[in-house]
C-alpha cells in the first residue's frame, strides 16, 4: 500500500514528532523526498492530530523513522477509521444539510421517497463512488475539503457570508485543489455587494477580507511568526510546478493531446505555466462575469461546474483524483433540474432566484426546453459514469477493480433509473446515453483482451483518458453555453410573488 497511504502515515509521524517548523523543510530527520508534506497547513494541523493519537494506540507504527512502510492490520484499521471518522465529522453531515435546503429551495420540497430527485443526489454525494474509492481505497482525505466546500456553499445560501468564507478558507486551506472553486465564490460575494451599491460592496469586501485575513493568519501563524523565508517554503511545497504538467494518465487537454504533441518537450516549463494558466482564465471567464450579472445560488452551482472544470482541463500539474471537484457541483445539477412532467412549486429564498429569462417566455413557471431539460440531464447522468470511468486505471494500480465493478455498475443501473423519472424522451439524448456508454464498454474490453504493443504500454490508459477527456470538455462547453450565451433557457423562479 506504498503511495498515498504511506504519504499520509509518514505526514501523522512527522507532524506528531517534529516541531512545526520542521514540517516543509529538509532536514536530518524530515527527507522531503520520502514522500514530503506538500499540502497546505490545515492538512498538517490534521495529520498532527491523528498522529497523536495512533502514536497512543499503535506508537511502533508512528515511530519517527522506524515506522516507514508500515502495513500491519492494525494501522490500516486506524488509517481507515481515520477516513471514516473525518467523513462522518465532516463531508457526510454537509452533503445532507446541503442537499436538503437546495432541495427545498429549488423544489420547495422535502427529502423523502416521494421526490426521489433530492434523495438521489443526496445518496449519490453520500456514497459518491469516486471519493469511496479514492478516499477509502487508494487512500486520501478528500472529504474534508469537499466537506468545508458544501457547508460553504449551504452558508451562502442561507445568506451567512461570512461562515461560508470561513469555510470556504479552511477547505482551501487544507487542499490546495480547492483553488478550482476560487473565481465561483470570489465572484459571486463580489456580485452580491455590488447588488447594495458602491459602499455596501466595498464594506462587504473589507469585511470578507477581513475573515479571509484572519483565518489564514490563525492556520499559517507558526510560518508567518518564523518570517518571509519559511513561508514562502510552504508555498513552494504546496505548488510544485517541477513535478511537471499532469499527473499519470489525467482527463484533461494536456494528456489527451499528448500522443500529438509533447507539449513538455517543445514548450519550456515557463512558457507551459503561463498558457496553462492563461487558458484556464479563459475558460472560467465567461462564468465568472455571468455570476457578478446574476449572483444567484442557480448560477453559482452552474459557475462550479464551469470553474472547476476549467481547473482540470487546462491548469498545471492534474491529479486524476482532482475530477471530484467538477463531480460534487455537476451531481446537485439534478436539483436545478426538476422532473418536465411534474408540477414545479416556487422557491422561498431570495438568493435563489434565477437569472433573468427573454420577455417572450418570461412568465411565472417558465417552461424548460424539453430538449435542453433532456441533454443536460443525460450529461450528468453520463458526468458521473465517465467520472468513474476515468480513474479506472489509478484503481488497476491499487487492485481495486472489483471495487470498481460493485460501484460502476450500480452507477448505470441508478443512471438509467434516472433518466426515465426525469423525463429523459428524446431519441437523441437516449441515442447519446447509450453510445457514450458503449464507448466505456468497448474501453473495457479492448483493456481485457488486447496486449499493448510494446512501444505504446500506455496505449489503453490514454485512450480511457481521451474519450473522459470528450466528456469532461462536453459537459464544461454546454454549461458555458448555459451561463453566457444564454442558450439554456431554464425556468424562473418567483420568489416574492407569483405573477397573476
Not at 461562515?163 to 490546495?176: D, E, P, R, S, T
Request: aromatic letters at 14%; one cysteine or more; hydrophobic letters at 50%.
Amino acid at each position: 500500500m506504498f503511495g498515498d497511504f504511506e504519504a499520509q502515515r509518514h505526514w501523522m509521524e512527522l507532524t506528531a514528532h517534529l516541531p512545526v517548523g520542521e514540517w516543509y523543510t529538509n532536514s536530518t530527520n524530515n527527507d522531503l523526498l520520502y514522500w514530503g508534506l506538500d499540502y497546505p497547513p490545515l492538512t498538517a494541523w490534521h495529520s498532527m492530530a491523528c498522529g497523536w493519537l495512533g502514536d497512543q494506540i499503535i506508537p511502533e507504527s508512528f515511530a519517527l523513522h522506524s515506522s516507514r512502510g508500515d502495513e500491519t492490520d492494525n494501522l490500516k484499521l486506524f488509517m481507515r477509521s481515520m477516513v471514516i471518522l473525518a467523513d462522518l465529522l465532516i463531508y457526510i453531515p454537509a452533503a445532507v444539510f446541503t442537499t436538503q435546503r437546495f432541495a427545498y429551495y429549488f423544489h420547495g420540497r422535502k427529502i423523502h421517497l416521494k421526490n426521489p430527485v433530492p434523495l438521489g443526489v443526496m445518496v449519490a454525494l453520500v456514497a459518491n463512488p469516486v471519493l469511496l474509492l479514492v478516499d477509502h481505497g487508494h487512500f486520501q482525505f478528500n472529504g474534508i475539503s469537499l466537506g468545508f466546500t458544501l457547508f460553504a456553499m449551504l452558508a451562502l445560501a442561507e445568506g451567512w457570508d461570512i461562515l461560508g468564507a470561513i469555510a470556504f478558507c479552511l477547505a482551501l486551506n487544507y487542499k490546495q485543489m480547492t483553488l478550482y472553486y476560487v473565481p465561483v465564490f470570489f465572484f459571486y460575494l463580489v456580485g452580491v455587494g455590488w447588488k447594495k451599491g458602491p459602499v455596501g460592496c466595498l464594506m462587504k469586501v473589507i469585511a470578507l477580507g477581513v475573515v479571509v485575513i484572519a483565518t489564514f493568519a490563525a492556520l499559517w501563524y507558526p510560518w508567518l511568526e518564523a518570517g518571509l523565508d519559511d513561508t514562502l517554503q510552504v508555498v513552494h511545497r504546496i505548488f510544485p510546478f517541477a513535478r511537471g504538467l499532469y499527473e499519470d494518465k489525467v482527463a484533461n487537454f494536456w494528456c489527451s493531446m499528448a500522443p500529438l504533441i509533447k507539449f513538455h518537450r517543445v514548450l519550456p516549463q515557463k512558457v507551459l505555466v503561463f498558457l496553462s494558466t492563461f487558458l484556464t482564465l479563459l475558460g472560467f471567464l465567461p462564468t465568472s462575469i455571468r455570476l457578478v450579472q446574476h449572483p444567484t445560488m442557480n448560477s453559482f452551482v452552474y459557475g462550479m461546474v464551469g470553474s472547476s472544470l476549467s481547473f482540470f482541463l487546462f491548469s498545471f500539474h492534474v491529479h486524476e483524483k482532482t475530477i471530484l471537484l467538477p463531480l460534487i457541483p455537476v451531481t446537485l445539477l439534478l436539483l436545478l433540474l426538476p422532473p418536465s412532467t411534474h408540477h414545479q412549486n416556487t422557491a422561498t429564498s431570495p438568493s435563489f432566484q434565477m437569472a433573468p429569462v427573454p420577455a417572450t417566455t418570461a412568465t411565472s413557471h417558465t417552461a424548460i426546453n424539453p430538449i435542453t431539460h433532456q441533454l443536460l440531464t443525460t450529461s450528468v447522468v453520463m458526468f458521473n459514469i465517465v467520472a468513474l470511468f476515468s480513474v479506472y486505471p489509478l484503481l488497476i494500480k491499487d487492485n481495486l477493480v472489483i471495487a470498481y465493478w460493485c460501484l460502476q455498475l450500480p452507477t448505470i443501473f441508478l443512471g438509467i433509473i434516472t433518466l426515465r423519472y426525469m423525463s429523459v424522451q428524446h431519441l437523441s439524448c437516449w441515442a447519446l446515453f447509450i453510445t457514450s456508454l458503449g464507448g466505456v464498454c468497448l474501453l473495457h474490453v479492448f483493456d481485457w483482451n488486447m496486449e499493448p504493443p510494446p512501444h505504446l504500454p500506455d496505449i489503453i490508459a490514454s485512450l480511457f483518458a481521451f474519450y473522459s477527456f470528450l466528456h469532461f470538455s462536453g459537459m464544461w462547453l454546454l454549461v458555458t453555453c448555459y451561463q453566457w450565451f444564454g442558450v439554456l433557457t431554464m425556468r424562473q423562479i418567483r420568489t416574492h410573488k407569483k405573477t397573476p
